[in-house]
């Protein structure tokens, strides 16, 4: 024992990695080993940090305990690291089934609840597994027969579905259609009929028949009205395009006009204005006056010689 | 003044002639009294006298320096030679009124006076048309007036066709359209070029219609609008031979927008043998003279 705190503490002193300490999460960092290091700063180290370095060496170094080895059962074959996590993942759907058993006889339905609810974390987390334990069961390790070998990989396979099976409560909607696997999570198309494709798929039912001949129907009357709507349409563009054009060429045409029309006006007015003066010239008033006292004058004078000659 | 025409004419004729008495001829109660005849004639249904007064009225204003009045009157005389049925007096004194309206330096009634002339004696001396109608349009375009002349290249094709001349005809159209080009009028450009095509499709020459097309395509705006595609869908069929096809174009709205006279040879479309490579030598078919009202 003395031996192995010695070779810890070296080991420690090289190690440079320091990670969250999770039971599990050990599993998967074993090849790193990564082990708590002190706190640089003040050099202490917390009891937690002891503890779980500690669990951390003792779980490195229990391939030299041959106790524990004899224990462990599954594969009969001692040092692999898949037969160690097919170990603790057999443990771990074990320990889920005996607490789906638990929930089923509950009579209160909140903590039913927070058990399935349970339940389904674990078995999220267990999956999240299979794929390394998948890795590693196709690694070949010495002093393994083939047989055995083979089996491992059914034995991985087989995992997912015995996940799965964990009854938590919503098992109803868990069965997948075989062939899909473990990729419930992407998004696939999916079909109503369960994949089978066979020739009764395919078959013309009498109502897709009628459907189908309704729409042609319509779809030809539509057709038909929109033809005479194009033609009308086409009618309009072209008694559009010859209006611009007429437009066009009474532009200039309108344009004369208005320039000689302004001159006749123009004219009209000079002419007015010459008109006034020459009538207020002949009939002004002081002309009136004018004749009617030499007209007066005239009378007297005839008065005067008709009064002379009469004498 | 005696209303008697026949007495105003003798008077206003001893007014202008020179003799010992008179040294100079008196121009305006001449005309006066020429044109007083003249109505009185034309009252009286007697056009051959009118149409000589008129003559003669007009001569007296040219001799007053009025050519506006001088072809006013011109005209009058023509339109009453138009009733007597002289078409060479009808092509004649029309031609003079238009010399005196350019004299007035008014090229549109000028052309106008042209275009009556040309329909009055198309149906009779065709040739003496198709060379007043071209006159009239010469006229207007020398003037920058071509919006004008749209009409009148439209009754010269209309001519042409009557005559059977179809390569004059689409030469025609052609004038049209550039007409129509300088003073973008595009619409009526467009329809020109696809009148040509028809035509020279009637006379059975594709490759000419095919040539014209390609000419016509040089201009971007054609290919896109819906005369030009309606063309090429036309030449396309011709080359295929697809009688179907000619005929379906033939009568769509497009064909439909452009003049009678071509709508008439559209419908008759196609004419001769329709061989998908060359186009056959045989020559169209003639005219039905019913159809040409």
Redesign the interface.
Known sequence: ALLFAALAKHKLRSRSTFSAQDPRARLSRRSTGGLPRCNTETGEMSVIDILTRVDAICNKYDKYDVEKQKNLNVSGSGDDAFARGYAAVDAEIEAALEKAELASKEKSKASTVALNAELRRTKAKLLEEVPKLQRLAIKKVKGLSTEDFAARNDLVLALPDRIQAIPDGSAAAAKQPGGWGPSASHTEIKFDSDGRFDDEYFQESEQSNQFRQEHETRKRRQDQGLEMIS?GL??LK?MA??M??EL??QVPLADEIDSKVDKAASDLKNTNIRLKHTVTQLRSSRNFCIDIVLLIIILGIAAYLYNVLKK | MSSDPDKLVAKADKLTKLTLTRWSADWRNATLNYEQAANAYRVAKKYEKAKDAFEKASKGQEMLTSPWDAAKHMESAAALAKELGNWNDVADLYRRASELYVECGRAQPASDALGKAARAVEDHLPDVAVQLYTDACSLLEEDDKD??AFDLYRALTAVHIKLEKYTDAAAALLRLGLAADK???S??QFKAYLSAIIVYLYANDVKAAEKCYNDCSQIPAFLGS?QGRCGSRLISAYSEGNVEEIKRVAQS??IT?LDHAIIKLGRKLPTGEVTAVKAGTEEGEGLDEDDLT
Do not use: G, L
Request: net charge negative.
């Open positions: 033609e086409d009618t072209n395009h010859d611009n054009e066009d060429r | 919006q004008m003073c973008n009028a619409n009526s819906d709205s497009t927008h």
